[in-house]
């Protein structure tokens, strides 16, 4: 099972520059997403898609009717448009080696961005493949602009073998999720799905059923301005408070440079104000609501330490929750995450049952009701100039797609 076209239609989107912004209340939160919305809208029109539509969000929406008598559970295929605001995204020039070497390889040229195996082991796997990275100037947009490739890839292959059962398919492809507002305007009324998967992972093989816990939290640091001239045994400078804070925060652990597996962390992320007022923004993460909870005190608690130090200043906490751990819900449908991993093996691919340490637009959706686990793209280094994907991984994905529609169009056989 080949997908000749895939290649050609991961090149293509990742040209057109979709990446999102979280200053931005527009929604979606950057204009240019919509190119991407646009061409993805006529291209499920020409495979035949009935319905496609990109609606006044920004969503794509569309329909490949079962080819069976209609009365097995609907799936949706799920990706999103946008890339991460943390790395430019325009201008992206992929570079493909082929038959990679297995080597160091020097993206930009000039010595400044390499991608080293030392740092990347997984990478020394890749030996032999076509490698597709970055020119070290902007991330490559596999996150998740190979994800709809597969989607695309994997929908044109179905349409062209009608003799493979399938269920009925909806595919959704939703801007910001990057910004954590993917499902923001989107009801499981539009969506019309029983169950749903994104393809938004990483490595070969992989399918996931967990997600952090997340909630933000700003802090909005208050201090005392006076005229620096004038300023001596009267100035509480909030600068160099959300300073004292931040530096406050552990060095050894519960940060993302020192935690791995089910490890949470407090991230300050976005820091912005002057002298009299600071924001400073943090992320919260962790597998379960107490872990969050108790990450979150502790942070209240070191706060309170640097402030008692400098009466007169004020601090006020504000916390936001993101989302929440998708495995509560998906255990009560243990067929939705037996039906992937059993699509993977078919696909000669060995499953392999992982988490996230993040979160996909799948959360926030099992939790509105419609159960859905993610699946692994190929890529790897997401939000990064070291982000890199091969060819043979998002072809292995798209047969795990192509699969896992077989499997589900079954169900009609036994209705």
């Known amino acids: ?13 990742v040209r057109i520059n979709t990446q999102s912004s979280e200053e931005s209340t527009d929604f979606p939160s950057t204009p240019h997403q919509l190119d991407l919305s646009r061409h993805l809208q006529n291209e499920l029109k020409e495979m035949g898609l009935i319905d496609a539509t990109l609606n006044n969000w920004g969503y794509v ?16 295929l799920i990706a999103h448009v946008d890339t991460s605001p943390d790395v430019s995204g325009e201008n992206v020039n992929p570079r493909i080696h082929h038959n990679y070497n297995g080597e160091d390889i020097d993206l930009s040229g000039d010595g400044r961005w390499i991608l080293k195996v030392s740092e990347n082991p997984h990478l ?23 994800g709809i490739a597969e989607i695309m890839a994997a929908l044109q292959y179905l ?27 989107i009801t499981l009324e539009e ?40 300023a001596k045994g009267k100035l509480v400078n909030a600068v160099k408070l959300a300073a004292e804070i931040i530096d406050s ?47 979150e005190a502790e942070l209240h608690r070191l706060v309170d330490r640097v402030m008692q130090r400098h009466p007169g200043a004020r601090v ?12 509560s819900v998906l255990d009560d449908h243990p067929q939705v995450m037996a039906k992937a991993l059993e699509a993977v093996s078919m696909a000669g691919v060995e499953p392999v049952r992982n988490i996230i340490r993040g979160g996909t637009d799948g959360a926030r959706l099992s939790f509105m009701g419609l ?39 079954r169900e009609w056989k036994t209705s």
């Open 249 to 295: 925060l552990p060095k050894d652990r519960l940060s993302p440079e020192t935690t791995e597996k089910r490890e949470g962390y407090l991230h300050p992320h976005a820091i912005e104000g002057g002298s009299e007022q600071v924001t400073v923004k943090l992320l919260v993460r962790d597998f379960t609501e107490e872990g969050l909870h108790d990450h």
């Open 124 to 146: 020394a796997k890749q030996k032999g493949k076509t490698l597709i990275t970055t020119d070290g100037t902007t991330l490559l947009g596999a996150d998740d602009k190979a």
């Open 316 to 327: 006020d906490f504000e916390f936001l929750e993101s989302y929440r751990n998708m495995k």
């Open 61 to 76: 929406l569309a329909t490949l009717p079962s080819n069976g008598n209609g009365s097995g559970p609907t799936i949706a």
């Open 191 to 230: 969506i019309a799905a029983d169950f749903g998967y994104t393809v938004d992972g990483e490595k070969l093989g992989e399918v996931e059923d967990e997600t952090f816990c997340a909630d933000s939290v700003h802090l909005k640091i208050t201090g005392i301005n006076v005229h620096p001239g004038y």
């Open 371 to 409: 159960p859905t686990p993610n699946l692994f793209t190929g890529g790897s280094n997401f939000h990064s100039r070291h982000e890199w994907v091969t060819l043979e991984d998002m072809q292995a994905a798209a047969r795990v797609i192509v699969h896992l529609m077989s499997l589900w169009g």
């Open 1 to 13: 099972m080949q997908f000749p076209d895939l290649m050609d239609r991961f090149i293509s989107y």
């Open 159 to 185: 349409v062209s073998h009608p003799e493979i059962p399938r269920p009925r398919i909806r595919v959704v492809f939703t801007p910001d999720e990057e910004t954590g507002r993917g499902t923001e305007h």
